[in-house]
């Protein structure tokens, strides 16, 4: 165990070293608090609580660099609460992803034997868990930067932690500079000090230590376990079956009660994997029972929660997650990790103008972060489903999403917190100019920004900042106001923003389909979803009739959820809430109004192209409209995998949209008429 203050290198690692950290219990899973203690005391950083309280206190800001073992997100802000930075103001801690956050909480109430929502909370989008009594306070990156839109310097905290660091979010990049500003600030303005804390398990150390002006920088080493890291002996063709492979040999192979990690990218890989596992192994046998849980952003809470419970005696768990494990949580009893060595990423092309969801190769600090998983609490084994040679290909480093995706909502929300030359905001690490200018160019079009050498944030552009959405959805809810149909409109966009409500297993799909078929709207899936959740409140949100429509019901009912707090923002925004009926023209023509970057024409030969950037889209198979050929449509998503596919599409009439930003279109009415 070292510790010690340096400027010094980058962490380097190694394929048999990596590292430990305490488990994190789900709600249903509490330690007593002697055990929980005991487990406190045992950790690298709780040793040295009394040298980095006096570091915290004495620094403005710090760079701690914490091996995974350590413990540093859970023990570091109770050495803030205990050195009395939350005498006046909370400590705020951010993760990337809510999940974290929620499990995170959880963990720290039960070391400091409360509640959560008591000394400690959380909030996530659409969810806060705090009180008066709050003074830590576990929060989504999103979360803080919409606090500082409100807030700009921040007053309700003394103490900033931004975890995860390495993971580079796009929020957790802005906050970067935001924190950075605040903190200088409040210094001028004689305000009381806000202290930063930048923490992540590994990360360029240099780079972070001097964009935050020559900070310190903490190396914590934690406790470390080895992992045996097997390669592929050729490339394969398919990682997903590949890794299916990979799970059902070590199923037959290891012992009970060593349970495994899989990685892939996306929900549908997921749920196939996940059945795919049951089947199988309900066709074996001499092996033990197996667990097979999916893992993923979007997965509602309850379920995400199943991966922490212990897995029964003579039992293996087999966790099938996105990148989400990758880092934040800690996941119990995982013995081996199953690597396919793809991640789903957004990826921004500016010459176009389209943000897209595409697979993707990891990055060589991605591959160590997904290793690690296996060593938390003895050695354990990582099998990569690709070659050395493919990982020695592999970027060192993964891009900052800040550099690959739409900048419209960062640009929205910077302008509301007060920064009037987006530019040359103090970025990290800058992104490219031209997405800057695009994104700048869509809020004028939608009527957030005016036009100018310096763009001022509109009224209209005001109140599309007290929605957490992005911008195009914003628009669409105020345009819904001159339409008549803010109800309908906030219900789909609710539905859009959770996860897949419609169910199409692959036993059972020809009844699923025709069990959709009531629902299905001649306009396209907005509509379809719009009919579903009108069918779902009218049957009172029944489970058992989701069951028999195929129909996820924890899905809808966190869509409802969400429509509910939505609702509730309009009515702070003094927005009335109308209904249209049966009539869904004004619905269509209200999402046109702001999702008219989204649209594509059906050209002459066929094929539908974006409108003005003429980049070819088909509609994806699992849209109503797919066997169809709308003229025009728009399109809440575009995924590329073979092809670049249009999903959640509407028909619309190409007129709407030059209704909706005439500036933007009227040079474009060759390509609407195509």
């Known amino acids: 165990m070292r510790f010690k203050l340096r400027h010094g290198s980058k962490l380097q690692h190694c394929e048999t070293n990596v590292m430990r950290r305490i488990t994190l219990v789900s709600r249903g899973a509490r330690l007593p608090f ?21 570091e915290i206190s004495s620094r403005p800001t710090l760079v701690l660099i914490g091996e995974t073992g350590s413990g540093k997100t859970t023990q570091v802000p109770q050495f803030c609460h205990q050195a009395g930075l939350t005498k006046t103001a909370m400590v705020a801690v951010t993760q990337p992803r809510r999940v974290a956050a929620m499990s995170l909480a959880q963990r720290v109430a039960d070391e400091m034997a409360c509640t959560v929502g008591q000394k400690v909370g959380y909030a996530v989008r659409f969810e806060d868990c705090t009180s008066t009594q709050t003074k830590i306070k576990y929060m989504t990156d999103g979360m803080l930067l919409r606090e500082a839109m409100s807030d700009h310097l921040l007053r309700r905290y003394s103490c900033v932690i931004l975890d995860e660091a390495h993971e580079r979010t796009v929020h957790t990049d802005v906050l970067f500079g935001i924190v950075k500003k605040v903190q200088k600030i409040r210094r001028v303005k004689q305000l009381p000090e806000l202290k930063i804390i930048v923490m992540s398990a590994t990360m360029d150390v240099d780079h972070f230590s001097r964009y935050f002006n020559s900070a310190p920088v903490i190396y914590l080493q934690g406790r470390q376990f080895p992992v045996q890291v097997y390669y592929a002996k050729q490339k394969q063709e398919d990682p997903v079956f590949a890794s299916l492979v990979s799970v059902v040999q070590l199923h037959q192979t290891a012992p009970p009660n060593q349970d495994v990690l899989v990685f892939l990218t996306g929900q549908q890989e997921i749920q196939a994997m996940v059945k795919n596992l049951r089947d199988v192994n309900k066709d074996l046998t001499g092996c033990c029972r197996l667990r097979v849980l999916p893992l993923y952003a979007n997965l509602p809470v309850q379920q995400q929660m199943e991966v922490f419970q212990p897995t029964p005696p003579g039992q293996r768990k087999v966790i099938v997650s996105t990148n989400v494990a990758e880092t934040s949580v800690t996941l119990p009893n995982i013995k081996f990790v199953v690597d396919s060595g793809l991640v789903k990423a957004r990826c921004y092309q500016p010459g176009t103008g389209l943000e897209m969801l595409r697979v993707q190769k990891i990055s060589q600090a991605q591959a160590w972060q997904r290793t690690g998983r296996a060593g938390r609490q003895s050695a354990g084994s990582c099998y990569r489903v690709y070659t050395r040679a493919e990982f020695e290909a592999m970027p060192r480093d993964t891009a900052p999403e800040i550099q690959r995706c739409s900048l419209s909502s960062v640009a929205l929300q910077l302008l509301t917190i007060g920064v009037r030359d987006v530019r040359n905001f103090d970025f990290l690490d800058r992104p490219d100019t031209k997405a800057i200018d695009d994104a700048m160019k869509e809020l004028q079009l939608l009527g957030a920004v005016s036009a100018g050498e310096q763009p001022e944030l509109t009224p209209v552009g005001r109140r599309m900042s007290a929605f957490p959405l992005d911008p195009k959805f914003a628009k669409a809810i105020l345009a819904s106001k001159d339409h008549g149909c803010t109800e309908e409109v906030v219900t789909i966009i609710a539905l859009l ?145 073979s092809k670049k596919y249009m999903r959640s599409v509407c028909m619309i009439d190409p007129d709407w949209l030059r209704d909706a930003a005439p500036e933007g279109f009227h040079t474009r009415r060759v390509n609407l008429e195509t």
């Open 34 to 54: 002697r055990q929980l203690t005991r487990q406190r005391q045992a950790l690298p950083v709780y040793r040295l609580q009394a040298r980095l309280t006096s």
């Open 497 to 641: 923003s959770a996860d897949v409500i419609l169910l199409t297993p692959a036993a059972g799909r020809q009844e699923a389909l025709a069990a959709h078929q009531k629902f299905v709207a001649p306009e396209g899936d907005m509509i379809t979803l719009l009919n579903v959740f009108r069918a779902y409140r009218k049957v009172h949100k029944n489970k058992e009739w989701c069951r028999e429509n195929y129909l996820h019901e924890r899905h809808l009912a966190h869509a409802a959820e969400i429509r509910r707090q939505l609702l509730q923002l309009c009515a702070q925004a003094q927005l009335p809430v109308t209904s249209s009926g049966q009539s869904t023209e004004p619905v269509r023509r209200s999402l046109a109004a702001g999702l008219f970057s989204c649209a594509a024409h059906l050209s002459r030969d066929g094929h539908h192209v974006t409108v003005g950037t003429l980049q070819k889209v088909h509609i994806h198979p699992s849209s109503v409209l797919f066997m169809s050929r709308p003229a025009c449509v728009l399109f809440a998503e575009l995924v590329q995998t």
